[in-house]
């Protein structure tokens, strides 16, 4: 029956949402008009405001190559011969269909609170895996359980070490990176918002939802479903000269740049004395660089990362093309003073206990619309900064809760689906059914906890 709700739901946005890029096109048009209609600016003030290269259009394209690279960095750490390896070997334990879906349901929203782009290819790899392994022992389950699961990790990042909006507000610099001039925000570090009690109980809530029910959904008979054939193995060039084969084929590069970046690890993440680590105030900046030396170390060659690194950059496409979008919208919305009437809206119907419930069901609806972490936070963050600081809500409070409501309705917008539908060789429509059932189920649970803390 819960499969069956799932899939209605899941139905009405198969046939009624457009691509992601055409939605940012729309809502484009969208904030121009709102702004023409309800504040004093002329066309052709939105219009500068729109392309302005300090608050416009172009102010998010460093934001959109750290968003990039924690995609690629993740994948390519993923496909790494030793985690690979291991998710292979995990595949083999199953006995059931129940227990290869609450295998990967828990490994993959594991994952994907250290990065999202880990935790989306692993759990991608792992359900390949699982399903291969139980077809081969003639074990009934289901293969499109098995995929949703692998999907799950974007149903715990945002309040992970990858996750956009905490890390967008753990250093001075990086609020300026993003947020509109003028909008007052001090430094939040991630032991209030990552760390944070309440975030480890709601997020660790959402990992045990995900691996109870995940099994729950595989039907009572099972039955496998066509799967992949594994991946043809790449034979190397044995033909290459000696020295680019030296270069190129072993690791000695990669050391090279490990051991330059794990000097800085060293210094950043244990510092000595009584200076703090590094993990108290991480930024989109050092995971990437933490990723990239851990992916360059269990590579066995430049020549492997770079080919895994090609990979994973697929799935650019859409943060390259939409982030400038992104960034327009929230120029217009911010000079035209649209942002601050609709938080002034916002603050003047919510209390302190009802604002991040109403933050996380408003970022829950605008992430099918803007399915984008920074995206999003782009557009929506100025509105939930003023709305809280009015308000009088904790910033840190206000700022998870719009990352839970992002990360929620990733289980009804398959767009970064699309590597792991890729790798596994599904469909979208395929999974939405049952990721979105666990979505509800987890969306009880944070709503519990935004009211509770």
Known sequence: MLAALGERISAVFRTTAPDPFVIAVLLTGVTFLAALAFTDSSAGDLVSAWSSPTDGIWKFLGFAMQMCLILVTGHA????????????RLAALPKSGKQGAALVAFVAATL?????????????LLARDVGRSLASRSIPHHYPVLVAAGYVGLMTWHGGFSGTAPLKVSTDAQIADVLPAGVSLEAIPIDQ??????NLVITGGLIAIATVLFPLLMPASGRAASLPEPDSVKTSEHDKPLIPRLLEDTPIINWLLVLLIGAWAIGYYFPGGDAPSGLRSLTPNTVNLTMLMLGLLLHSS????????EDGARGCAGIIIQFPLYAGIMGMMHTSGLTAQIAGAVSENATENSLPVFTCLSAGLINLFVPSGGGQWGVQGPIVVESAIAAGVPLPKAVMALAYGDQLTNMLQPFWALPLLAITRSRARDIVG????????????VLLGLWTF
């Open 302 to 309: 430049p020549r492997s990362y770079i080919t895994a690194v």
């Open 77 to 88: 750490l993923a496909a790494s011969k030793p985690i690979a390896g291991a998710l292979g």
């Open 193 to 198: 918002t990552i760390l944070s009690p309440m």
């Open 112 to 124: 994907g609170t250290l990065n999202w782009g880990l935790g989306l290819i692993a759990g991608a």
């Open 434 to 445: 049952y990721t979105a059932v666990v979505m509800l189920a987890g969306l009880a649970w």
